[in-house]
């Protein structure tokens, strides 16, 4: 069955240091990948996506995220975070048999001053 | 270009009334989804809606919960008696739909309609 599982509920990192948020998935094929952030009061908002080639990928507000076929992994990161990067963030992946996306449960990152 | 909207932003309703939640999609896109999200929780999916048709309603939690598209545009989510546990953020999102480019999958949400029933 595809799903995706977003092993953190919840994240604390400190401002200035770096962030890896893991997003681990089961999919028959290569499937397309997305991350999403989701600030608080607002709707999701896409931070980078996957489809094919380099694996590395960039996204907007600095973020990365790497396509690790071997581990069936798509990990966001970013080298330096922000107050500002403190949100809910939403690894997806898909199509599934519905031509839609599966979400995962989102992992909260807290931003210690 | 515009973005997806939703309407009502906020909606607080008494235990027992319907309510109606409209979403307006992106220009162009075939492609509509309903999530609910309720408080810290993640997304739920509820329906799933490419032109007028729902290939997946398979998310709505009781029959009390329906939607309906028309024109493929606008889509309303209609929450019928409704109880204090459908007290949640729904979100729209929209995309281009089924197609041979991964973009068509792509979805972009619009801001959600809180919704509170006392």
Redo the contacts between chains.
Sequence with gaps: AQSVTQPDIHITVSEGASLELRCNYSYGATP?L?W?VQSPG?????LL?Y??GDTLVQGIKGFEAEFKRSQSSFNLRKPSVHWSDAAEY?C?V??DS????I????TRLLVRP | GAG?SQSPSNKVTEKGKDVELRCDPISGHT?L?WYRQSLGQ??E?LI?F?GNSA??KSGLPSDRFSAERTGGSVSTLTIQRTQQEDSAVY?C?SSW??GAS?LS????????TRLTVT
């Design positions: 397309y997305f999403y607002q709707g999701l908002q896409l996506k489809f094919s939403f997806a898909g199509p519905s031509y839609k996306l979400f995962g449960s989102g | 997806v492609a989804y993640g997304l999916f799933y490419q290939p997946d979100l999102a739909g089924r991964p999958y792509e979805q972009y949400f619009g801001p959600g």
